[in-house]
């Protein structure tokens, strides 16, 4: 009964992964839409002060109050303000690039964690992740081509965004193997987020009609969902379980893309695509130990 239930809690994490990385997805589409006639801070205030209220209709009110309660103060905030540089990067990044461009830019991040692992916080890298966080570059240089396309400038948007990924995902780890909760982490990194949009929304704020507000309201509760269905997910499973399936972004974006903006990929996109998914499974199912 218990392997039972294990597996349960396995294939709810895994599902609950895949809607939210799909949302961040979308997350992404959505912010590309309302650059064209709003300010980058209206988007950046908008995913962070939206998303603020799924957290707390998704907190029982009686625990409101020890939301931010942590030991870890000035960490929290260091936390808090990576995604909105994150976030930021990419609300940029859409703006110039196609959408599933700049996703596939952004999943650098995770071969830079694995490259950065083992002398931040002193873990073994095996051979395969090596060949993986080289395998993963290439397919980012492949997408990127630098130099090659008058869009080309914009890619360091992206890159920027995977870089600080990364150490948003390594910071992520130490604060949990610290003890601080996942969703104390979550309410401060809204918050944090929150407080940098308001006074750049206000200072740049460009007129709104009733479609942008409620893409914006869109916008904001897709990211709130997202961020809590991430948490919930890496509760529920183990990450190296869990971390191929954060791939699923990459196809959300794609769909999105095609949808929306009647973006196709061209052959170097796709095939960009292709290695980064297969670097990824190749890494997690070498590194992953066999159940018995």
Not at 59 to 85: C, D, N
Not at 201 to 209: D, K, L, R, T, V
Not at 211 to 226: K, N, P, R
Request: hydrophobic share 55%.
């Amino acid at each position: 009964m218990k392997a039972k239930a294990t597996l349960t809690d396995n294939l709810r994490g895994i599902l609950f992964l895949i809607a939210s990385v799909t949302c961040f997805g979308i997350v992404d589409g959505l912010s590309k839409m309302l650059i064209d006639t709003q300010s980058f801070g209206q988007v950046v205030l908008a995913r962070y002060a939206l998303a603020l209220p799924v957290l707390l209709a998704a907190t029982h009110p009686g625990k409101w109050k020890s939301l931010f309660q942590t030991q870890m103060v000035g960490w929290q905030i260091v936390r808090g303000l990576i995604p909105a540089v994150i976030g930021g990067s990419m609300v940029l990044a859409v703006k110039y690039l196609p959408l599933a461009e700049a996703t596939v830019i952004l999943f650098a991040g995770p071969f830079l964690v694995l490259a950065f692992s083992g002398w931040l916080l002193g873990e073994r890298v095996s051979g395969a992740s090596w060949i993986g966080v080289a395998v993963g570059f290439a397919a980012v240089l492949i997408v990127a081509r630098p130099g090659f396309s008058a869009l080309s400038q914009y890619t360091i948007f992206p890159v920027i965004a995977a870089v600080f990924y990364a150490g948003f995902q390594l910071l992520t780890r130490w604060l949990g193997t610290s003890g601080e909760a996942p969703i104390t982490t979550l309410a401060w990194t809204l918050a944090v987020g929150a407080v940098i949009g308001l006074p750049l929304a206000i200072a740049n704020w460009a007129p709104q009609s009733l479609e942008t507000w409620l893409l914006s309201i869109c916008l904001g509760v897709i990211f709130g969902f997202a961020q809590l269905w991430m948490a919930k997910a890496f509760a529920l499973a183990p990450a190296n379980l869990l971390t191929p399936f954060s791939y699923f972004q990459i196809l959300s974006a794609v769909v999105f893309g095609f949808l929306v903006f009647h973006d196709i990929p061209d052959y170097w996109t796709l095939t960009g695509i292709a290695l980064i998914v297969g670097a990824g499974l190749y890494v997690f199912g070498r590194n992953t130990p066999t159940v018995k």
